[in-house]
């Protein structure tokens, strides 16, 4: 599975008979129902690990609704999807999000991602469930000039903050988790939250109090309200504490993990159907939208008895890959077989076929 991550920019367009949007747990099923049918797919997701809401909001929670599974957790249902569509070996694109998506001449479409990937399909999954994943920003006029050079909101090159005044804003895991990394390899480390209490794991909360007890890190209950730029550098930011009182904090890197929000985003403007930030699908046969070859599966998708439940996407991807495959294969005629059976489907599967008595 590793050797079909790419997070790197492709030189010429990739191109493919299927991209998936979205690798939530609807995302990852369309591999397998599209593998079934030997469509091999591309599976692009704006976050760094696949499982969508279930691995993002929920991935210790348990799940009692998934037939034949009694219960799982956010994450177990999300590691058990890889492992059914191990036989299809889908390329996944990490970290990048689907920006443009036109119907090109010849029936196909080009794609691209906001790393700068681009494919050509016949076909488009879009399993994007409630929208892309974005950090939530800081709200404090002015910061904005300085995303990317002093203001981040996810570590992409760690080496970047060695030898820093940082400060790390936020009370959740990823908030600890990098203060803690950060000790001993940052110049000096203050970590700043809005109250005494966490959500971050227990155990990092209790490590981050002993190194501050040891003055290795220092942490602070208060929020950014203000900055202070000095030479078009962002050089101090102003902390009101739980005490109303505003202090200044310098600092060369500023932090901020406040936390994600799904949005939309882009594909509001692939002219797509819209109705209330979903996308209206034309039947509930194949799961297509208004532009023929674009699919919706999963809790992106609308229709007259909707319900957002994970099996509805499942039953949704079975569908719309049997809707899609005329697109791929315009001249064959596609049959429903039982896994059970068919030893076409063994094959595909990479199992033995069973002997029946
Ligand atoms: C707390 C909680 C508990 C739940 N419990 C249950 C339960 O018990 N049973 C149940 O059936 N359901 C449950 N649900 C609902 C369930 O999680 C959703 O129905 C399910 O996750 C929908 O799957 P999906 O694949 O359609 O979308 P998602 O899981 O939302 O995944 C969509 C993915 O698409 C990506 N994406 C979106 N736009 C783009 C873009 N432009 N480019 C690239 N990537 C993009 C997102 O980053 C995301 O990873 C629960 C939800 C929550 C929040």
Known sequence: M??????????????TDAIIIGAGPVGLFQVFELGLLEIKAHVIDSLPVVGGQCVELYP???IYDIPAVPVCTGQELTDNLLKQIEPFEPTFHLGQEVTVVQKREDGRFDVETSTGTR???KT???AAGVGSFQPRTLKVEGIEQFEGSQVFYRVKDP????????????????ALDWALNFVG???????????EEFRAAPASVAKMKELCEQYEMQFLVGQVTGTEIKDGKLAEVKVTGADGVTRRLPLDMLLVFFGLSPKLGPIAEWGLDIERKQLKVVDTEKFETNVPGIFAVGDINTYPGKKKLILSGFHEAALAAFGAAPYIFPEKKIHMQYTTTSPKLHKILGVETPVFD
């Open 119 to 121: 494919f050509i399909t």
């Open 2 to 15: 590793e050797n079909n991550v790419k997070g790197a920019v492709a030189q010429g367009p990739i191109e």
């Open 185 to 195: 390899k940052a110049e000096s480390v203050i970590l700043l939250h809005r109250r």
């Open 159 to 174: 080496a970047k903050f060695e030898g820093k005044n940082i400060v790390i804003c936020g009370g959740g895991d990823s």
């Open 124 to 126: 488009i999954f879009i």
């Open 60 to 62: 210790d929670k348990p």
